[in-house]
């Protein structure tokens, strides 16, 4: 049981925009703990999507966002491509636990 | 170009031991923290430990403590984990990461991001 949860699954057609929720507590998101959000193209390892909650590292394209509200997170895509077919996991801090923790991941399908 | 390549699993038996190592070129290790995440077979991400810019901290989750070693080697720019005392539930891909040089920290863990990834070591604890 992750301490962050994540949706096991969403979908959405191309060009189409889906949203991805990271729901923590008051001991890491509603704490005011940054959200950092990874994409896992099948069979790699993870690649930084957004960091800081909000942010894109320079080469990810602006398909992506992130915002945070609350305890909780969301990672947006917009324009959904193929390419766009992976697991995505979010990731922030947990005080009671004294942990970097991650959310269970999310796999999105392209239909 | 900036990456983090890994070498060292493979197959143990319970009870074992096995030694990771994660080189990097592009950057300076010791410039860096540096983490150790985990994936088990088709399961999510799970930290496992880190190691300051300095050295002088390290961190461990509760599930490896007293069993996995954190270390730098200077001269080959790279980061190892020795694992002692293995169980078949520290089967997974073994990842390398890094943090910023100087992130923000809680009670001396980081909370930047992880921004570049190794490429991943399978290790498998069976008999």
């Known amino acids: 049981q992750s301490v962050l949860t994540q949706p096991p699954s969403v979908s959405g057609a191309p060009g189409q925009r889906v949203t991805i929720s990271c729901t923590g507590s008051?001991?890491?998101?509603?704490?005011?703990?940054?959200v950092h959000w990874y994409q896992q193209l099948p069979g790699t390892a993870p690649n930084l999507l957004i960091y800081d909650n909000n942010n894109r590292p320079s080469g990810v394209p602006d398909r992506f966002s992130g915002s945070k509200s609350g305890t909780s997170a969301s990672l947006a895509i917009t324009g959904l491509q193929a390419e766009d077919e992976a697991d995505y996991y979010c990731?922030?801090?947990?005080?009671?636990?004294?942990?970097?923790?991650f959310g269970g991941g999310t796999k999105l399908t392209v239909l | 170009q900036v990456q983090l390549v890994e070498s060292g699993g493979g197959l143990v038996k319970p009870g074992g031991s096995l030694r990771l190592s994660c080189t990097a070129s592009?950057?300076?290790?010791?410039?860096?923290?540096m983490s150790w995440i985990r994936q088990a077979p088709g399961k999510g991400l799970e930290w496992v430990s880190y190691?300051?810019?300095?050295?002088?901290?390290?961190y461990y989750a509760d599930s490896v403590k007293g069993r996995f070693t954190i270390s730098r080697d200077y001269a080959r720019n790279s980061l190892s984990l020795q694992m002692n005392s293995l169980r078949p539930e520290d089967t997974a891909i073994y990842y390398c990461?890094?943090?910023?040089?100087?992130?923000?920290?809680?009670?001396?863990?980081?909370?930047?991001?992880?921004?570049?990834w190794g490429q991943g070591s399978m290790v498998t604890v069976s008999s």
């Open positions: 190691i300051s810019s300095g050295g002088g901290s390290i």
């Open positions: 990731q922030s801090f947990d005080i009671s636990l004294a942990d970097s923790v």
């Open positions: 008051s001991s890491n998101i509603g704490a005011g703990y940054d």
């Open positions: 592009g950057f300076t290790v010791s410039g860096y923290y």
């Open positions: 990461a890094r943090v910023s040089p100087e992130p923000a920290v809680v009670n001396g863990l980081p909370l930047d991001a992880f921004d570049i």
